[in-house]
């Protein structure tokens, strides 16, 4: 029998004489005739409207503070010219968890920063609420648009021996005795023991075992958690992030750049259409433009494209000061990105064919022997948000590549194998799924966008 806050007020009920609901109270007021509670149980931004006729017989109420949790049994009726249309006459009222009145939650605002430190006391604002909402939408929404194209959901290992990205920023796994190190003969730790003796770390990209999947099932992703160990404190940068990592036999990087386009597309109308309350509340307290009407306008025009090349020629006409000077082979950074994208564009920008140098070892040489099939996504505020490429499936060229960044090929035979073994061109990209979380909703800070951030100095809980 107990109704969910959000299905009371929007949804019209069988039964409105005798309705039971779950939450906790956000508001109190009581006169001498009259009560009211607003009621929160998390369903929605809104809060439940209790009104309470003859308080003389609630001695409840008297326990009652913000943040206590109540159940409350009563009828529904219908209200004119307010928000809510319809609010609670409380028949019984029970009182569950009490609260004391140190409670913080408080019509002042919090910072967001204070916030992370109280684990009870974040996901119960309004914020958190709304963004724990939407994240868990979103995924929602990350998974139909895959399944209805029929690709397969695959799970890639957490634990794993390879750095996908090569770029050292793997966290060891251990099953080390700290009592009892083993050491080589210089007495170093010998991690050639590590993880029941290989060397192991958590995962940074599901890619290369979503290729051994792609080569054999056609079209698969990925959307889990992805760990790297760089010890930057920026605000678009987690120790753990969740990836979604699409990889397509026989595609090309234009498939795969159209598959980018649409993806994203469809994330930002499924945000508008099926996540109405929270993108009007983003739009209201978060974003600093209007985030509503911009994604409207993204979705109904082409994302720019344009050759790692061509931007380097753009920022070098630019009239603008970078503090890292741009020239061909420099891997662009931040300002730069920003540049094209909010300046020169003002809309996502694709950069395509980077300097080999620069990108991961897997990415498919082009013809020019100096740059490869490589993708990023760039988008305005945020900045990159997808990495993708064309993978290297020649096999000679491969080995070249990795011979070039020293890498051990017997380490990764098994990769070089499907390359062996009926080779394909396959295609995939990353997208960062608390970057997209930013920049549908204009939060600035990535430890906002997850509901238990891990980077430098948060991993309490
Ligand atoms: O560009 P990256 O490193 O690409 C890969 O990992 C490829 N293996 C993807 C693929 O082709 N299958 O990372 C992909 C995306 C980035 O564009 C960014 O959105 C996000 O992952 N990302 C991070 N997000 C939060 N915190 C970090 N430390 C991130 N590092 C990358
Ligand atoms: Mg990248």
Redesign the pocket.
């Known amino acids: 029998k107990r109704k969910k806050v959000k299905d009371v007020l929007t949804k019209e009920l069988e039964d409105t004489s005798n309705v039971t609901v779950l939450g906790w109270v956000r508001t109190k007021r009581v006169s001498k005739n009259i009560a009211f509670i607003e009621i929160n149980d998390g369903s929605t931004l809104k809060n439940l409207q209790v009104v309470i006729l003859n308080p003389d017989e609630f001695e409840v109420l008297a326990e009652i503070n913000t943040g206590t949790s109540l159940k409350i049994v009563g009828y529904l009726e219908e209200v004119k010219g307010r928000e809510q249309s319809v609010e609670m006459k409380a028949k019984e009222i029970e009182l569950i968890g009490d609260c004391p009145s140190d409670y913080e939650l408080q019509k002042k605002r919090h910072s967001f920063e204070y916030l992370r430190e109280i684990a009870h006391l974040r996901p119960r604002t309004n914020t958190f609420g709304v963004m724990n909402r939407f994240r868990s939408k979103m995924s929602y929404a990350v998974h139909k648009f895959f399944q209805k194209r029929g690709f397969n959901y695959i799970h890639t290992p957490i634990i794993t021996a390879n750095d996908?990205?090569g770029?050292g920023e793997l966290f060891r796994v251990t099953n080390f005795d700290l009592a009892n190190l083993p050491l080589t003969d210089k007495g170093e730790v010998d991690f050639s023991q590590d993880f029941f003796n290989e060397e192991t770390g958590l995962t940074?990209?599901?890619?290369l075992e979503?290729e051994v999947l792609a080569t054999a099932l056609g079209d698969v992703y990925t959307f889990g958690p992805?760990f790297?160990a760089?010890n930057?404190n920026t605000t678009?940068?987690?120790?753990e992030?969740w990836?979604i990592?699409?990889?397509m036999a026989f595609c090309d990087l234009d498939e795969n750049m159209q598959l980018i386009e649409e993806f994203l597309k469809y994330l930002f109308n499924y945000a508008l259409e099926e996540c109405a309350e929270e993108m009007a509340f983003f739009d209201r307290w978060i974003a600093e433009d209007n985030r509503i009407e911009n994604l409207k306008k993204i979705i109904n025009s082409d994302f720019a494209q344009i050759s790692y090349t061509e931007a380097v020629e753009i920022l070098t006409v630019a009239d603008k000061e970078f503090d890292y000077q741009v020239e061909w082979g420099i891997d662009l950074q931040t300002e730069h990105e920003r540049y094209l994208t909010e300046e020169h564009f003002n809309k996502p920008v694709m950069v395509t064919d980077y300097p080999k140098d620069i990108k991961?070892f897997y990415m498919r040489l082009n013809d020019d022997q100096k740059t490869v099939r490589a993708v990023?996504?760039l988008v305005p505020g945020v900045g990159?948000?997808?990495?993708?490429?064309q993978r290297e499936e020649r096999y000679d060229v491969l080995v070249q590549m990795m011979e070039e960044d020293g890498m051990e090929l017997e380490q990764y035979d098994w990769f070089l194998d499907l390359r062996k073994y009926g080779t394909v061109p396959h295609s995939?990209?990353?997208?960062?799924f608390?970057?997209?979380l930013m920049y549908i909703s204009g939060m600035k800070n990535?430890r906002d966008v997850i509901s238990f951030p891990r980077t430098p100095g948060n991993a309490k809980f």
């Open positions: 996908t990205e770029a940074v990209s599901g890619q979503a992805t790297r760089e930057s678009r940068h987690a120790a992030f990836m990592e699409p990889e991961a990023d996504c990159e948000i997808i990495g993708g490429s995939g990209f990353g997208l960062g608390e970057r997209i990535i």
